[in-house]
């Protein structure tokens, strides 16, 4: 028993000292060492499972260490497409395969820490549903540039880990939750992006922001700024998607530009104004992001 204890405290001693050194890559915009200090504090998770905030923190280290290669990949496979000179067409490729194997790297990476000690560890519905929906992301991250076998793996991977956390949310966390929103943001993405089914990707999306929409006087006044957010990116991608194949009707569309307007009002009503948060959502308008 005492063995056991110690072993414990041993590990809460040095995820202690992973996370610092996390935040403080993080604050020098180090993010490959923030990725190296949080893949060791995520091996203790056996031990003793991260918090909120360090799941945040594993989340940022991985997500911003791949954000800048999948652009990478992005400018040099449109490159690689329209470069007409045989050799230099070679050059491109071979860099892409380059930038392809740091993808890899990173995303195998994060996967094998949350299929080993991050979701089995999990006893929460919060901490399942965020890891599941991790799971799902880097899985889709892959099948952006896998091929043949490898990307319809990754897809059916996907799939799976965006499924069993779409069953936890629904069943335990709120329709306003941030991560059940997150997931079902994401998750709509997938559908157009991956499995280009765009009418299951709005449907999807539809039914998350409208279940939303109708708690929103529950709303939770530690995550409504999360919440909105996401119900933005929601609507943004919904008018977008249908702008792209068969729009809705202007009357339709004006009708729900306003029911959206209003929710927020609400939500401005419920939690007192914020001009950073307006600010940061006027934003969100116009960059029409996707997670």
């Not at 990707?201 to 279940?211: G, I, K, N």
């Not at 569309?253 to 948060?277: L, N």
Request: with cysteine.
């Amino acid at each position: 028993m005492a063995a056991k204890e110690h072993a414990k405290e041993n590990a809460r001693v040095s995820k202690a000292k992973s996370i610092y050194m996390a935040r403080v890559s993080e604050q020098a915009e180090r993010y490959d060492d923030m990725v190296n200090s949080m893949e060791e504090a995520a091996k203790t998770a056996e031990v003793e499972e991260l918090t909120t905030e360090e799941r945040r923190l594993l989340s940022v280290a991985f997500k911003t260490a791949i954000v800048a290669r999948r652009s990478s990949w992005s400018v040099v496979s449109f490159m690689e497409q329209k470069e007409d000179n045989a050799d230099r067409s070679i050059r491109v490729k071979r860099y892409r395969a380059k930038i392809e194997s740091e993808l890899t790297t990173i995303c195998q990476r994060i996967l094998k820490l949350l299929d080993g000690p991050l979701i089995p560890s999990a006893t929460t519905a919060e901490a399942k549903v965020f890891y599941l929906k991790m799971k799902g992301d880097y899985q889709r991250y892959l099948a952006e540039f896998k091929s043949g076998a490898e990307r319809k793996e990754a897809m059916e991977n996907t799939l799976d880990a965006y499924m069993a956390g779409q069953e936890i949310a629904c069943k335990e966390l709120s329709p306003t939750n941030p991560i059940r929103l997150g997931l079902a943001l994401n998750f709509s993405v997938f559908y157009t992006e991956i499995m280009n089914s765009p009418a299951k990707s709005c449907a999807l999306a539809r039914q998350a922001f409208d279940e939303a929409v109708t708690e929103l006087d529950a709303l939770r006044q530690d995550s409504y700024k999360d919440s909105i957010m996401i119900l933005k990116l929601l609507w943004d991608n919904l008018t977008l998607w249908t702008e792209g194949g068969e729009a809705l009707p202007q009357k339709v569309r004006r009708a729900e530009t306003t029911r959206m307007t209003r929710c927020i009002f609400r939500v401005f009503d419920f939690t007192g104004p914020d001009v950073s948060i307006a600010k940061e959502m006027q934003q969100m308008w116009n960059w029409r992001v996707f997670i």
